[in-house]
């Protein structure tokens, strides 16, 4: 896929780490999901919200608009789906995909082992924003990327 060809204007993560977790565990888990050795230039707006008991939640996110970078985590979430969630994710991708952006949720705990595989608890969200909007334009791109089967 040429970078000039890639059809993502950005890409929008956001993670939380709860009191209970080790916060460099769960970006260390992150890690898997982003290119590592460009991780450093991937800018974290952190913030600490509180949860429903009053424990402390610290909230990451960033928007990615690099192509190199982008290119990397789309080729590597293409390349560490298994088929399993390739097909979960072919089979719900009308509720994945809304105003021309895929959103998935990646296992926080699966990635600390060095796996990529979809969740729908206590994610990684993963918001990938297509150029077109359109939802089978977003779709046929996913195709393309390797997203889907």
């Not at 060809?5 to 977790?21: M, N, S």
């Not at 969630?85 to 990635?111: F, H, M, P, W």
Request: hydrophobic share 40%; aromatic share 8%.
């Amino acid at each position: 896929m040429c970078l000039a060809q890639l059809p993502i204007a950005y890409v929008d993560v956001r993670f939380c780490a709860h009191a209970t977790e080790d916060i460099d565990k769960v970006v260390e888990a992150v890690q898997t999901v982003l290119p590592t050795d460009q991780f450093e230039d991937i800018q974290f707006n952190r913030s600490v919200l509180e949860g429903h008991y009053g424990n402390p939640i610290t909230f990451f996110e960033a928007r990615i608009k690099d192509k190199e970078i982008i290119k990397t985590i789309v080729e590597n979430l293409s390349a560490s789906l298994g088929s399993f969630d390739k097909d979960e994710l072919s089979r719900t991708i009308n509720r994945c995909v809304d105003k021309g952006s895929l959103y998935i949720r990646l296992d926080k705990q699966a990635a600390f082992q060095g796996k990529i595989k979809l969740v729908t608890s206590d994610p990684i969200r993963i918001r990938i924003r297509f150029r077109k909007t359109k939802r089978d334009d977003v779709i046929d791109a996913c195709k393309e990327i390797g997203m889907l089967q």
